[in-house]
């Protein structure tokens, strides 16, 4: 298994070792003692599954604040998809900039997203299944998220999936700008 840093300090790719044969193929998704080793030293407490019907189903820009702060391992089991994290931590050398990681079922790689950063993705196949664990349970009281076409951080959508209308969920569609939420990580 190997990282590879993004532009975004602290954000991080991982290639997991794949073994291969006529059969099929084996993959530890998650060992502790070797994310531990490569400096991804997070106790998770809690899976997620989401499943995305249609092409351009886009969810985000999703963070919880606070206590309820989550750092987030995300990998693509079924399809492929488009993950975009912001940075958010006001501290940062990359505050408000994003990147965006194409994951898929076919190239297994996985995303580790620290505490104090948006996330979110649109799929590029139907049918997408993403996993992923989180360091904090889910609440309501500290779940926040930025708007997905916020002018501020600029996300060009347009370049990672062109000419299509996305699907997006209502809570979503209203969700605040940048200057509109408060950052407590």
Not at 89 to 106: F, G, H, M, V
Request: hydrophobic share 35%; with cysteine; aromatic share 12%.
């Amino acid at each position: 298994m190997r990282i590879e840093k993004t532009k975004l300090e602290g954000l991080i790719i991982i290639h997991p070792d794949v073994f291969s044969d006529n059969r099929g193929w084996f993959t530890e998704s998650y060992n502790q003692q070797k994310y531990r080793a490569l400096g991804i030293d997070v106790a998770f407490i809690q899976d997620n599954h989401s499943y995305s019907k249609e092409i351009g189903t886009l969810r985000g820009m999703h963070f919880q604040t606070g206590k309820f702060a989550q750092s987030k391992l995300v990998r693509c089991i079924r399809g492929n998809l488009m993950d975009v994290c912001v940075d958010l931590r006001k501290n940062s050398p990359t505050y408000l900039q994003w990147d965006c990681i194409e994951l898929s079922a076919e190239n297994k790689l996985q995303l580790f997203v620290p505490k104090g950063f948006a996330h979110g993705f649109v799929t590029l196949s139907e049918d997408v299944e993403i996993l992923y664990k989180v360091d904090e349970l889910y609440s309501k009281e500290y779940d926040s998220g930025i708007i997905y076409n916020d002018t501020q951080i600029n996300i060009d959508w347009s370049r990672i999936l062109p000419n299509i209308d996305f699907i997006i969920s209502e809570k979503d569609k209203n969700l605040r700008t940048i200057k509109e939420v408060e950052l407590d990580f």
